[in-house]
């Protein structure tokens, strides 16, 4: 943390400060410029020393220059975190690519889609059981019912699924049925729900709030982390901005900077981030590009009967070309997909 | 629901639109303009439809024009909402000024600020129990204990409490002391809460969220009517932007904006809008001077010594100062502050 | 200027570091913290030092202290700018108001809004000759004739009047009839036009660019100031976020924020802030109540007739009836109105 | 145009909305809803109108349904738009990779950036004579001895080249100079410049507007295009938003959404877009990705001594690994490197 004194400050103000820091067992470093004078503070600061200095008199600026979170920080572990959950594997050389519609809304509707998926490509499968809804008038999904129907895809597709959880009571039951589970977008500082997914035994998927920054999404993580859960992954899906063409703005660029920021694999959700399902492929592709560890996109059978989100849903021809798209440019940047051609040959 | 062609459309497309309509049992009345033609949707519609008719062929764009919040909206009730909390009133013609310290830390910390506050004028003590922390490393208040303190400081001052409430398990906790539930900024979508708090037969105040739009936000108020509680108010509490000098933006067009669409009650947080101390009592006097039914602010017997949020909490003097400011142009603009001259001979 | 060292920087790194500064003329005063090593830089800096500085092994971040701007400070100019325009003053006690059509249209409309906001006590006509707009098939403006007709209004009424300047080639000719030059929010960041205004040697109206921040705007400030115009002042008119209700949002706290900083006169503008008419009302009554030297809004005799931002256009009885609001809000902080009512007497 | 009427509208209400269309030369289409009712408007409507109509007792809401662009569109021209520069195309199969210093600074720094590109396979120079700086007391370009130096390295390495112009009055000596023009993002609505290179003979690149929507975008190209200049073609820089890690935040889904509204040419500069040199390669390969028609990005002999954007360019190094990485993932998408390596033994 620097302290920055204003130019016309007083020594007087300079040594209240100095005298602030030591009655809170920290020690101040002066340094002092053609223009102004900086104290550095040496010691363990916390965030609200900031706001403390900031109103004393002759200080300008105080700024804090350790970053605010640790455990999902590349210093504290150089290493990318690699999670497993059974065969699949997020964060390695390989693409996750997790698709799946947006809400279970029928045992057909479900199985179709699961086999469709897998059957393309896909290696984790997704629905939501538990939706969140702008709108109290809006469908809330299947609830228990919806996370049986996941349960009952996976035995019969092998693929291993992650699925939302909207609050903390529902956790321990989320948690009997799902592989991952999901921390959704509205959810990233709902910090008692972070706490409780942090207890769990399973991966979390944590997805950047429409507002959040970067740091903002990596505190969140860190929550996560903090209660002992280090199988934590982020998903970018797109953050608000003025634009109103897209549903919302697919932030690209996050993606290489967690990945500079921090060990926790990242994905891209360009259903989400965009909206409207024209826009998915290509953005889908561009996430692989930017170099992300899968992405996962909403597919349906049927999308303009679909209860949610059928604008941005993909159908099965839609999302099976998109998967023969992936394939080279995965090859591109050093990915792998997450079925291989010799793979399948295997099978 | 208004479903535009495209100009290029054929009329084998325009034909299967109607179908869709039949089909969903809804009408559609053609209107051809000279450029495109026009279907207007006559029947029940529901929000997923908007989705399903945009993806048919033809189709150019979906025209949501019923608004989707019904409770909450002046077409529904035209009177204004007016909330009684024992004496106070919440939506009439004297302002509702909440104050008091951003967390409860202390017996003594509380009590000092309650007191003072009551001397200056406010006749709402807020304090926070339970406190949202974006770090994990932060302060989270003193839960129950803190409850117990506000209670203290009610009785004491004759003052109703406003305490904010985070997760659906706490809500009965929180009932039990407080005099108004407040579900903060980062829970403006937490539903399941917004359920739980339309249960309550107490008054509940909704912040806004940081990135949610005036209709979101009277969506978000529409689940706690929904359930039964018609006793909400709204809070603007600043949004997120670009501009990093302030800590949010507070964006006081939407105070008279919500007063044009809805019938609840709304108030300002210049605090929490600015981040900064000295820019709240400007604001106070904006927030009133646009029509707001009051405003909530912080108050802290040592900023400096704050546990959180001491950047923008307000010393004793600084309150008292700002009730002085406040009276007149409240008068300007045909309020009454809650404790009047006259009263004050009175009691 | 500060250079902050990686955790895990090395001292060959760090020697790097003090050896580029040396060999740039400064001189670095180091102060090694238990997490950070930081490098205090003394000399006369540049802002684009720090990308050089950034890209050196080892440093992780490096954070200007300095405020970019120096003409526009504060810390430059402790004593308010206090601007005169014929009798009008414009930063002093008594607020500046300016009012008239969006575009000057015809000599009828334009004479008949002179004297219906000079009645109602507005001192400064506003007007624009040189519209710009969205769309090339939109009303540009009637370029010369509207400037004249602008000269015969303020011959009639005796009201200096504002004018935008879209170019710097139209600079002389509007400085020729103008009293005051805007240079509208779309360019603000048009060096050249800024350039051409600060050789002028009448008072310039600058607004704030729809995403600039504080600090941009005050850099364009700096830009006339710069060149020797020292007669300028700034205009809040509302920044782009993600609402969509309003035009823009009109950003309030930037008018104590701008009086912190700069000793220059702000003032605001609620028509192109909000966008809708019936916003314009409380919120010119929250920039006076925020204490801004003033505001400007858009007045026309039939709005719903007007070429040019008709839906935000007060009519007479509205701009008056607003007027007479406005009076005791400027009283309760006291702020005189443009023409009181003893002096309507005297005249 | 469509004329949504409030609920609670009246008969006469209805008819006064008639009557006044009538007025205007258009003819109405009522449609009655359960809830409400709309009409369509019929005939030649204009921007102005919607204010106009919305203004008017009983309207709710006024929505256009025209798009308020037609050259640019793709419904005016479905096939894309393909510029020729001498032997470089801009929106055909190929790429078009541009990459230079920010500002030229010096021959030697010019050329040597110029041959250094060209022999990793860009096939455009670019380089900035004059230069828009937000501050005035920073570098603001060479000026018209940059545009000789740019021409002189065309002539040496028969790149051609693209620099931006500022103002109206340089139009015709860039134009004099260079192959393309760049009208930059700050002056996206500076419409005496769109109207000047509307006039000129050479392709014009349009960068995004920092706080512009697509449609907006889209509107500034369309006064270029309206002027007879038809060989435009926009670039994608990012865009602002709340996120402070990046300069901007890239909207790469500005690229398909414009291929799908737009004939246009568009291309993605990450370089502006990130504002970091490690998060260049990874967007660069995103924005082909996405389908662009190429990418711009910033490459200097020494970016820790660049008198602009250092901090965001790639040395020679880099930018001739970038190429290599661009290549599989063009072949993957479709298209085609600038300079292929059977073209090269050709040559």
Known sequence: MLVVMKKSSTENELAGVMQKLTQSGLAGHMSRGVERTVIGVVGQTYPELRDTLELLPGVDEVIPISKPYKLSSREFQPEDTVISVGDVVIGGDKLAIIAGPCAVETEQQ???????????????????????????????????????????ARAETGLPFITEVLTPQDVELVERYADI???????????????????????????????????????????????GNRQVFLCERGIRTFETYTRNT??????????????LPVIGDPSHGTGRW???????????????????????PNPDMALKDGAQSLTFDNFERLMRQV???????????PVEPEEEHGE
């Open 250 to 263: 697919l932030d690209i660029s996050a993606i290489p900077s967690i990945q500079k920021l921090s060990h």
């Open 278 to 300: 024209y826009l998915v492929p290509p953005l889908a592709l561009a996430v692989v590009a930017a170099g992300a560890d899968g992405f996962m996109v909403e597919v349906h």
């Open 327 to 337: 394939a080279p440019v995965a090859a591109s940047v050093g990915r792998r997909m």
């Open 110 to 152: 479900l199985l179709e889609t699961a086999r469709a998926v897998k059957a393309a490509g896909a290696n984790i499968l997704r629905g939501g059981a538990f939706k969140p809804s702008t709108s109290p008038y809006q469908f809330r999904g299947l609830g228990k019912r919806g996370l049986e129907l996941l349960a009952q």
């Open 181 to 227: 589970l999901q921390v959704g977008a509205r959810n990233m500082q709902n910090f008692n729900l972070l706490d409780e997914v942090g207890k769990v035994r399973k991966p979390v998927m944590l997805k950047r709030g429409m507002a959040a920054t970067i740091q903002e999404w990596l505190l969140s993580a860190e929550y996560i982390l903090a209660q």
